[in-house]
């Protein structure tokens, strides 16, 4: 199948600052990625979706200022947490939707490996 | 987002035993059904995916939808100790809704 890679897998910082979390598909082109949250315990939370070229769109209560996400290419989406407290601690997941994919959702959507961020 | 429901258990299952996972989902015109298996620390892992009415077989897995109760299931057979995880259920438009997974504990 097709792989999404995903960096870095793990990122502690101190909080206030920000932390940047890329998202590549290796193989195929991604028009589509999509940015999950995940807290223990808990399960997966859609953040935003991602499109190349355009403005990525946030699901309700994502705050678009403090999670910024481009997507300048096909192969590459990147989620920048600004700012980040405690709180934003969590593991981060991307999905990649392969290109061009059968409506409705296909098969053809791939995790990365997820980032573990821990802001202390 | 579209509301998926499961059990979170954890189901504890003898090594051997099947294991039988259900999940429900609000829309009922969503079309496509997913499971995952997500170890801990892990992302998830597509295991199943499922369109149409009925059962759908892959090896010691088969997936069940019934889409006039909304209702969708999992059952893994001959369950072995590497089938320890959290299986989560997803439905999907354009994007995934997931829900908040099942722990699974196959006792050896």
């Known amino acids: 199948g097709a792989v999404v890679s995903q960096h870095p897998s793990w990122v502690i910082c101190k909080s206030g600052t920000s932390v940047k979390i890329e998202c590549r598909s290796l193989d195929f082109q991604a028009t589509t990625m999509f940015w999950y949250r995940q807290f223990p315990k808990q399960s997966l939370m859609l953040m935003a979706t991602?499109?190349?070229?355009?403005?990525?769109?946030?699901e309700q209560g994502v705050e678009k200022d403090k999670f910024l996400i481009n997507h300048a290419s096909l192969t590459l989406s990147t989620l920048t947490v600004t700012s980040a407290h405690p709180e934003d601690s969590s593991f981060y997941i991307c999905s990649a939707l392969l290109a061009p994919h059968k409506g409705p959702y296909s098969t053809e959507a791939f995790f990365g490996q997820g980032t573990r961020l821990t802001v202390v | 987002q579209k509301e998926v429901e499961q059990n979170s258990g954890p189901l504890s299952v003898p090594e051997g035993a099947i294991a039988s996972l259900n999940c429900t989902y609000s829309d009922r015109g969503s079309q496509s059904f997913f499971w995952y298996r997500q170890y801990s620390g892990k992302s998830p892992e597509l295991i199943m995916f499922?369109?149409?009415?009925g059962d759908k077989e892959d090896g010691r897995f088969t997936a069940q939808l019934n889409k006039a109760s909304q209702y969708v299931s999992l059952l893994i057979r001959d369950s072995q100790p590497s089938d320890s995880a959290t299986y989560l259920c997803a439905v999907a438009d354009y994007k995934l809704s997931f829900g908040a997974g099942t722990t699974v504990t196959v006792r050896a």
């Open positions: 991602s499109n190349e070229g355009s403005k990525a769109t946030y």
């Open positions: 499922i369109y149409s009415n």
